[in-house]
């Protein structure tokens, strides 16, 4: 029955065209046949015999004399390459192994497919590295028992619905392909077939990528995380301030990492003075702040680095007007500093020397803004002493505000000569 549909499609073209004609490749056919005079009876007639002929079904569009034809000439050629013993008679097996440019040009003729002819049932196409999705064209073939498309790189989803419909395939094979993993494992599809047909296709959970799944969770993973928290304390413990603000415990506290950041490794750039015990130094923070950085060089005591500590954390609760900002301190094993906030402003002692004091408004100004740093200080941090002297008054950048710039901190004498520097406001 096949066989004889096939006759009546071939028959029509080799009534008029000896497939001997047939000589040049098929794309120089299409370009210079054209359909005979008497073709599109043919065609009828052919199809008054056996109107199940898949171009008699006109019932969705219209015959097209021009396509048919131009299939024909495909189909002789196609049925030529497949080395199909008797083209004439019949053309059960499109066959195109290993020949990756013809399979593609072929796959590439729609109105072939559109027509698939009903002996056709086996299509082979595999190792052809078509790199596409899945050639659906071939499913106009509906009649097919076999298709394989192994060894190809067809990439995307297998279109299951359409397989599924194709009631006579018992032969499929997909393996060696690129598809997408589908969820197909234990369908109906899949039962159809098995897995055997599609082996390294991408379709089935593949046992290696598993695998190496379970080995990156179980080790690379683990490994990951140690390393991360490694990473991670060692930032606390040398530079928090690398840390996001919201993750440091105790902002204020300089871990001696961070001071010698700060100051270029106490580069001689960065020293500022040099006193007995302290030498201070313009650093800079990672925030970009600028800071005064006062390192105590002297050895201290156990014991002693308590006390400093908790004169610090007193200190860092100064709020005035007049106080210079304390930002934090250091207080590891070899380095003790305190940080406080950078103020271009000369200090009062070069300021009462310079022309711009002259007015005794600014100058009583000046010892008001002093005085009310110091009764703060008295009322509020009795505990707390402080070094007021006219150098060590700084003038804050903007304001001309006064800042009383150092506490005594690291040494704990205590020392005050307010009396003498407010005498010297007014007598230099
Ligand atoms: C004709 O095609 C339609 C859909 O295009 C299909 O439903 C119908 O079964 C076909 N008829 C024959 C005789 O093939
Ligand atoms: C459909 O095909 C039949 C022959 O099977 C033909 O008589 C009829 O004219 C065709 N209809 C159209 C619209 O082409
Ligand atoms: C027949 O199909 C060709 C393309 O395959 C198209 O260019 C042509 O317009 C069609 N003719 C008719 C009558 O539909
Ligand atoms: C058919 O294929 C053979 C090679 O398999 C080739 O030599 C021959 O020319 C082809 N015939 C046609 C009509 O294309
Ligand atoms: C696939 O085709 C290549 C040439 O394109 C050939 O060398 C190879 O042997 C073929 N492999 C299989 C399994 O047919
Ligand atoms: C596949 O099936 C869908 C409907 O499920 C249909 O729209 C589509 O045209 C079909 N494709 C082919 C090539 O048969
Ligand atoms: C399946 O094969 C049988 C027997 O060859 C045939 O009658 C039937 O039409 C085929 N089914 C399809 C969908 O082509
Ligand atoms: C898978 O199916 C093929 C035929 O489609 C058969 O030859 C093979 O034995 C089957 N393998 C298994 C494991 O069932
Ligand atoms: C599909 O092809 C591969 C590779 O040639 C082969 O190993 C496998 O057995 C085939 N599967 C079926 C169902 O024929």
Known sequence: ????LFIFFLNSLSNFLPLSVLSAT???????????????TTITTNCLHNPLLRYCNNTSSPMNITEIFRSTIVASHLCNESKNPNCIDSFPKIRIHSRPKTAALYL?????????????????????SLKSEFPTNALSCAQIRTLDLSYNQLTGSVPVQNLSRLTNLTHLNLSYNWFSEDKILNTEFFNRFNASSFIHSGLL??????????????????IVVILLCCCLGWLCLKRPDYLPRTCRRRSHKFTSAMIDAATDEFSDQRLVSKRSGVDIHRGTLRDGREAKIEVYTEKVSKEKRREFEEECEAVLKLRHKNLVKVLGWCNSRNLRALVTEWTNGENV???????LASSWRRR?????????????????????????????????????????????IGDGTVHQQIYSTLDCFFWR
């Open 1 to 4: 029955m096949a066989s004889s």
């Open 26 to 40: 098929v794309l120089e056919d299409l370009a210079t046949l054209t359909p005979p005079p008497d073709f599109t």
């Open 108 to 128: 590439s003729f729609d109105f072939f497919w559109k027509y698939c002819h009903l002996t056709v049932v086996e299509i082979q196409l595999g190792n052809n």
């Open 205 to 222: 959970p593949d046992v290696k990528r598993y695998k190496m799944r379970v080995l990156v969770l179980l080790v690379v993973f683990p």
């Open 349 to 355: 002692e070069t300021w009462l020397s310079s022309s």
């Open 364 to 408: 009583l100004r000046v010892v008001m803004g002093v005085v009310e740093g110091v009764c703060y200080l008295w009322e509020q941090w009795p505990e707390i002493t402080f070094d007021l002297n006219t150098s060590s008054v700084l003038l804050s950048d903007d304001d001309q505000e006064p800042l009383i710039s150092q506490f005594k």
